[in-house]
């Protein structure tokens, strides 16, 4: 500081020397040589030739020239850890001793080592670039009495703790070796017992409370026992003779370590997991399924078998219905990539397949069609809230698939009746109420008769029902109204030529209930439902028209009060007889006058002169399904229904712009699609789609 000068801030001080250690540097930013952990080894031959201390002494230093960390990563979350703290499983490790902290009266009693590099096990993966390893946590050292130096391979394994709202570490630790690898021609033995000299900064002890808690788990084979002991081992320190890693280690322009060491990787890349359970998620959120089928997964890995997540429930989309049906325990695997828009997720995932070995079953074909593929899982879970509609539905379609044939028939024949049976009885054995069942007889399609007084059903009526409550897809639909005499809304609004919110209207009032239940967009309804419209058109139709009726309507008045007030009103004008004299008015017949004649047109042609304009509006829109020359057909996928969108250049902008506007809460964004099955042009929001694929 000159004389009379200000002097400088710490911090900024601080800043000052990084920003000049930096420029010394400026022209390599080889981040990548932190990237992995480099296991040099000491050769056969070297130990022969020149001696075990010698030989180990020289890779441990050479470690503290080239493994060690060249760059000041910025402060990390340490992501990696965090699928190990949620599921409880302790993580098997490697790591280089870099530096320590000594023991100090206000915040560290213990001391900690800096260990650079934190690996998986097998070395095949970097958790992350350095983490602090507080010596109060290490419960035991299975070498029983160890030193340490820096440059030193150390491996152990640990329980993950979480600290500081949101950051991961290692916490209940056992260090099973720290040394230097040797091998003939590739690291081999990891050697802890070679003689460091007067070279090493720490020396770790079992104390009586370490030799308890290790004996306890060898007993037990719980680690919980490792947890429960309050004591750790004993340690003692010596000066380092390297340097502080704050001064060796060079800045760098990084802003986290995550945008590097993610937990999910941003390439595709395909992960194993194992099948935990198929189930139904129910819920009550407002235009959303109320029933939505999931696929829970566990213990979910990379290639390198790093845990990505101890567990997962992903939506039960068709891409991973072609595994075919899979049971718990299955070991599946599928491809995907870190989600643009929600962090440490996954996006779209494809290409699933089952990779049990050796293989606990054979592929069994799985529904596309969402009614049906929840009736499956409600018929191989009958306790998830069984809605028998949806049940015998997958039975139908089973049965017609050659899928569980033997199965779904002798259930069936096991609940059929034998002899007439009462209305309770039946309604018992379909899994439905009493009220649904006197609706298919008022609409006319299930006969019944009385039987000393009491209402019966014979087996045609249960087998009648059975079609009726399997009808939850266009096939059988289709199907069971070739069997009945049936009528969906749109037909009867096309029959009886009313708008279709008027009939859907008219039947809501009437208390009519579909035959095969709300479950299914197109709605079923018997003979009945329909005369009570047929009849309404009769009786219009004979009735005269309303302009030739002419209808007087006359104030009545009282006599009395008339009388009273206005006599006049009562009073006969004096008529007076017509003068022989006076000419008689004489009647001119009115001419007729030619007009231009009206043309009469016909309902027919009234409905197409009113949607002319609107078709040839329509002509100057182009149709969203034409594939322009710049963009590429997706198919959408929402629960209920596939969709074919080109209203985008390529896959990539698809997936953004689909995941970053369904992630806005309050904001609803729409894409313009074609339905694959109804073949209609509609709008869907992006908060509905659970899969995007290109056609290709």
Same mark, same amino acid.
Request: charged content about 30%; hydrophobic content about 30%; overall charge positive.
């Given at each position: 500081?000159?004389?009379?000068?200000?002097?400088?801030?710490?911090?900024?001080?601080?800043?000052?020397?990084?920003?000049?250690?930096?420029?010394?540097?400026?022209?390599?930013?080889?981040?990548?040589?932190?990237?992995?952990?480099?296991?040099?080894?000491?050769?056969?031959?070297?130990?022969?030739?020149?001696?075990?201390?010698?030989?180990?002494?020289?890779?441990?230093?050479?470690?503290?020239?080239?493994?060690?960390?060249?760059?000041?990563?910025?402060?990390?979350?340490?992501?990696?850890?965090?699928?190990?703290?949620?599921?409880?499983?302790?993580?098997?490790?490697?790591?280089?001793?870099?530096?320590?902290?000594? =023991?100090?009266?206000?915040?560290?009693?213990?001391?900690?080592?800096?260990?650079?590099?934190?690996?998986?096990?097998?070395?095949?993966?970097?958790?992350?670039?350095?983490?602090?390893?507080?010596?109060?946590?290490?419960?035991?050292?299975?070498? @029983?009495?160890?030193?340490?130096?820096?440059?030193?391979?150390?491996?152990?394994?640990?329980?993950?703790?979480?600290?500081?709202?949101?950051?991961?570490?290692?916490?209940?630790?056992?260090?099973?070796?720290?040394?230097?690898?040797?091998?003939?021609?590739?690291?081999?033995?990891?050697?802890?017992?070679?003689?460091? @000299?007067?070279?090493?900064?720490?020396?770790?002890?079992?104390?009586?409370?370490?030799?308890?808690?290790?004996?306890?788990?060898?007993?037990?084979?719980?680690? $919980?026992?490792?947890?429960?002991?309050?004591?750790?081992?004993?340690?003692?320190? @010596?000066?380092?003779?390297?340097?502080?890693?704050?001064?060796?280690?060079?800045?760098?322009?990084?802003?986290? &370590?995550?945008?590097?060491?993610?937990?999910?990787?941003?390439?595709? $890349?395909?992960?194993?997991?194992?099948?935990? #359970?198929?189930?139904?998620?129910?819920?009550?959120?407002?235009? *959303? !399924?109320?029933?939505?089928?999931?696929?829970?997964?566990?213990?979910?890995?990379?290639?390198?078998?790093?845990?990505?997540?101890?567990?997962?429930?992903?939506?039960?989309?068709?891409?991973?219905?072609?595994?075919?049906?899979?049971?718990?325990?299955?070991?599946?695997?599928?491809?995907?990539?870190?989600?643009?828009?929600?962090?440490?997720?996954?996006?779209?995932?494809?290409?699933?397949?089952?990779? $049990?070995? =050796? !293989?606990?079953?054979?592929?069994?074909?799985?529904?596309?069609?969402?009614?049906?593929?929840?009736?499956?899982?409600?018929?191989?879970?009958?306790?998830?809230?069984?809605?028998?509609?949806?049940?015998?539905?997958?039975?139908?379609?089973?049965?017609?698939?050659?899928?569980?044939?033997?199965?779904?028939?002798?259930?069936?024949?096991?609940?059929?009746?034998?002899?007439?049976?009462?209305?309770?009885?039946?309604?018992?054995?379909?899994?439905?109420?009493?009220?649904?069942?006197?609706?298919?007889?008022?609409?006319?399609?299930?006969?019944?008769?009385?039987?000393?007084?009491?209402?019966?059903?014979?087996?045609?009526?249960?087998?009648?029902?059975?079609?009726?409550?399997?009808?939850?897809?266009?096939?059988?639909?289709?199907?069971? #109204?070739?069997?009945?005499?049936?009528?969906?809304?749109?037909?009867?609004?096309?029959?009886?030529?009313?708008?279709?919110?008027?009939?859907?209207?008219?039947?809501?009032?009437?208390?009519?209930?579909?035959?095969?239940?709300?479950?299914?967009?197109?709605?079923?309804?018997?003979?009945?439902?329909?005369?009570?419209?047929?009849?309404?058109?009769?009786?219009?139709?004979?009735?005269?028209?309303?302009?030739?009726?002419?209808? @007087?309507?006359?104030?009545?008045?009282?006599?009395?009060?008339?009388?009273?007030?206005?006599?006049?009103?009562? &009073?006969?004008?004096?008529?007076?007889?017509?003068?022989?004299?006076?000419?008689?008015? *004489?009647?001119?017949?009115?001419?007729? $006058?030619?007009?231009?004649?009206?043309?009469?047109?016909?309902?027919? *042609?009234?409905?197409?002169?009113?949607?002319? !304009?609107?078709?040839?509006?329509?002509?100057?829109?182009?149709?969203?399904?034409?594939?322009?020359?710049?963009?590429? &057909?997706? *198919?959408?996928?929402?629960?209920?229904?596939?969709?074919?969108?080109?209203?985008?250049?390529?896959? &990539?902008?698809?997936?953004?712009?689909?995941?970053?506007?369904?992630?806005?809460?309050?904001?609803?964004?729409?894409?313009?699609?074609?339905?694959?099955?109804?073949?209609?042009?509609?709008?869907?929001?992006?908060?509905?789609?659970?899969?995007?694929?290109?056609?290709?």
């Amino acid at each position: 500081m000159k004389k009379g000068g200000i002097p400088m801030q710490k911090k900024k001080l601080k800043k000052l020397l990084h920003t000049r250690k930096g420029l010394q540097y400026e022209e390599k930013t080889d981040y990548e040589v932190d990237d992995r952990l480099q296991l040099n080894y000491v050769s056969i031959n070297q130990i022969k030739s020149d001696g075990m201390t010698t030989s180990f002494n020289k890779i441990r230093r050479e470690n503290t020239k080239n493994v060690l960390n060249k760059y000041n990563h910025p402060d990390s979350q340490h992501i990696r850890l965090k699928p190990y703290y949620d599921s409880g499983i302790w993580l098997h490790w490697l790591g280089v001793l870099s530096d320590l902290t000594l =023991p100090n009266t206000t915040n560290n009693l213990n001391g900690e080592l800096l260990l650079d590099k934190l690996t998986t096990g097998d070395n095949k993966e970097l958790l992350d670039y350095h983490v602090w390893l507080n010596l109060k946590n290490v419960k035991y050292i299975k070498s @029983q009495n160890q030193k340490l130096g820096i440059g030193d391979i150390v491996q152990g394994f640990s329980k993950i703790k979480r600290y500081n709202g949101n950051k991961y570490g290692l916490d209940t630790t056992v260090i099973e070796k720290a040394g230097i690898f040797k091998g003939v021609d590739k690291p081999d033995i990891l050697v802890s017992n070679y003689d460091r @000299q007067d070279d090493w900064v720490i020396e770790i002890e079992n104390s009586t409370s370490s030799m308890r808690a290790w004996e306890n788990y060898q007993e037990s084979q719980d680690k $919980t026992d490792l947890e429960k002991e309050p004591g750790h081992v004993e340690v003692r320190y @010596q000066p380092s003779r390297y340097k502080k890693y704050r001064d060796r280690l060079q800045e760098t322009e990084r802003e986290t &370590s995550e945008e590097v060491l993610p937990l999910i990787n941003e390439k595709e $890349t395909e992960y194993h997991a194992e099948v935990e #359970k198929v189930y139904i998620s129910h819920n009550n959120k407002i235009n *959303q !399924p109320r029933n939505q089928p999931k696929l829970q997964l566990k213990r979910i890995t990379n290639p390198h078998g790093r845990l990505i997540m101890p567990i997962v429930d992903l939506p039960y989309i068709d891409e991973a219905k072609k595994m075919g049906e899979v049971e718990p325990e299955d070991i599946v695997v599928f491809q995907s990539k870190a989600n643009d828009v929600m962090p440490n997720s996954f996006g779209y995932m494809n290409n699933f397949r089952v990779v $049990t070995k =050796p !293989p606990k079953h054979s592929y069994i074909e799985l529904p596309e069609n969402p009614n049906t593929f929840l009736g499956y899982i409600m018929w191989i879970h009958p306790d998830e809230n069984r809605i028998p509609e949806l049940v015998l539905n997958y039975q139908t379609w089973a049965i017609s698939h050659g899928i569980h044939v033997d199965k779904i028939k002798n259930q069936l024949a096991s609940l059929a009746p034998v002899r007439p049976i009462t209305e309770s009885e039946l309604a018992e054995k379909l899994g439905i109420s009493t009220a649904r069942i006197e609706n298919a007889v008022q609409q006319g399609v299930v006969k019944t008769y009385e039987s000393n007084g009491v209402r019966m059903y014979d087996a045609n009526a249960w087998q009648t029902f059975i079609d009726l409550l399997s009808a939850q897809d266009l096939r059988s639909v289709e199907a069971v #109204k070739e069997k009945y005499i049936l009528y969906s809304t749109d037909d009867i609004a096309h029959l009886v030529d009313r708008p279709l919110d008027e009939v859907r209207d008219k039947i809501r009032k009437s208390n009519y209930d579909p035959l095969n239940g709300w479950h299914y967009k197109i709605n079923l309804y018997g003979p009945n439902v329909y005369k009570m419209f047929k009849s309404r058109i009769v009786a219009k139709n004979l009735v005269p028209p309303r302009q030739r009726i002419k209808i @007087q309507k006359e104030i009545p008045r009282d006599e009395n009060y008339v009388k009273k007030f206005a006599p006049e009103l009562t &009073s006969k004008p004096e008529t007076k007889p017509v003068s022989p004299n006076l000419p008689v008015p *004489q009647i001119v017949p009115k001419q007729e $006058t030619q007009g231009v004649p009206v043309s009469i047109k016909t309902k027919a *042609q009234r409905k197409e002169k009113a949607a002319a !304009p609107e078709a040839k509006k329509l002509q100057n829109v182009p149709a969203v399904i034409e594939n322009k020359a710049d963009t590429i &057909s997706i *198919q959408v996928e929402t629960f209920d229904a596939r969709y074919v969108n080109t209203e985008f250049k390529n896959m &990539s902008e698809a997936s953004h712009y689909i995941e970053s506007t369904a992630a806005q809460k309050w904001t609803n964004h729409f894409l313009h699609v074609k339905n694959c099955e109804t073949g209609k042009l509609e709008m869907i929001s992006t908060k509905a789609v659970i899969n995007v694929k290109a056609i290709e």
